[in-house]
């Protein structure tokens, strides 16, 4: 089995490297490329080529355009990375008979009321950088290619840069904090996705999973000024000197930013949980072991 991942050096992607290496022969590339291999997802005719001198049974596509807020005065750009190239994954995906592997975002809904969204759900993006990874959904939908669609929320890894990360700097710099405690959601590990990811591909090569869209999330809930204080005391305990004192709660409208965020970030996951067969672990785990991991380097 011939995997090309792409995306190689992103958060998600730097772990899709390590998970889905026992499951065959992996083409990883990041956005430099290799040799003659194009890993540039702007470079549209260079995907091509690279799809036609890999010939993978599946694309794993880690690879987005990932600013939220940049995107909002780079709308081409956004466009360009996270649905053409889509549709260009997709379309190679549809003719050759592989198959392929997507990651989308819970920022494709409102994030009105407070239920956990559902695969059906109606979406209504509220910023540019929904909309552009709408659009690459429904390229993948539209060339009828075998796919799965993993839409997931508030991505943290061990490398990359994130959330928590951020966190932890602010509060060894300063003594009051204050974060948003109006968008909830449940803080997902790269390490979760890519693992999920391998049972996925797994399934998939064996016919033992429907293609779709499906909700990815660690369980449990929390907002990030929740999130924050978790990474805070955690950090502490495991003897990390902060400066901070105070982490003040403050409502996203306090804290304006040029893309909207949607309130309500929580996911539905029984979808997955059901077709694998596994269960999601509460999003404190993964978070606790990435500060220990990285109180060890
Ligand atoms: P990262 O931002 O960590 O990684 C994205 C990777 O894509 C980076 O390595 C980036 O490279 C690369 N990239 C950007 N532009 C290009 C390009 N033109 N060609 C090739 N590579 C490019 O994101 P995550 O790993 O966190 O995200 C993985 C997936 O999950 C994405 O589809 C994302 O939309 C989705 N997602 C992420 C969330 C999050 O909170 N991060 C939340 C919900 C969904 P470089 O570093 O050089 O820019």
Not at 135 to 152: K, M, N, P, V, Y
Not at 264 to 272: G, L
């Amino acid at each position: 089995m011939k995997i090309l991942l792409l995306g190689q050096d992103g958060q998600v992607g730097w772990e899709l490297k390590r998970s889905l290496q026992c499951l065959g022969e992996i083409v990883a590339l990041g956005r430099q490329g290799q040799g003659a291999l194009i890993g540039d997802l702007a470079d549209l005719s260079g995907l091509q080529r690279t799809l036609e001198v890999v010939k993978p049974d599946f694309i794993v596509n880690a690879a987005a355009y990932t600013a939220v807020d940049k995107a909002e005065a780079d709308q081409a750009l956004a466009f360009r990375i996270n649905a053409e190239a889509v549709g260009i994954l997709a379309d190679y995906a549809a003719s050759s008979g592989c198959w392929l592997i997507h990651y989308s975002t819970d920022y494709v809904f409102s994030g009105g009321g407070r239920a956990p969204w559902a695969e059906q759900d109606t979406v209504s993006p509220l910023n540019v950088y929904g909309r552009s990874k709408l659009e690459g959904e429904r390229a993948i939908q539209r060339s009828g290619c075998s796919h799965l669609i993993f839409r997931t929320s508030w991505v943290y890894g061990t490398r990359g840069n994130n959330f928590a990360k951020v966190m932890l700097r602010l509060a060894s710099e300063r003594q009051k904090l204050q974060v948003v405690s109006d968008q909830v959601g449940a803080p997902t590990g790269a390490e979760l996705i890519a693992d999920v990811t391998a049972h996925a591909l797994k399934a998939a090569a064996t016919g033992a999973i429907d293609g779709g869209i499906y909700h990815l999330a660690a369980g449990g809930e929390v907002s990030w000024h929740g999130y924050a204080c978790h990474v805070i005391e955690t950090a502490r305990a495991l003897g990390m000197q902060l400066r901070v004192e105070t982490v003040e709660e403050i409502p996203s409208r306090a804290y304006p930013t040029p893309a909207q965020r949607p309130l309500n970030s929580r996911m539905d996951t029984s979808r997955v949980q059901a077709a694998l067969r596994i269960r999601l672990p509460v999003w404190q785990e993964g978070v606790d072991r990435m500060l220990t991991e990285i109180q060890g380097l």
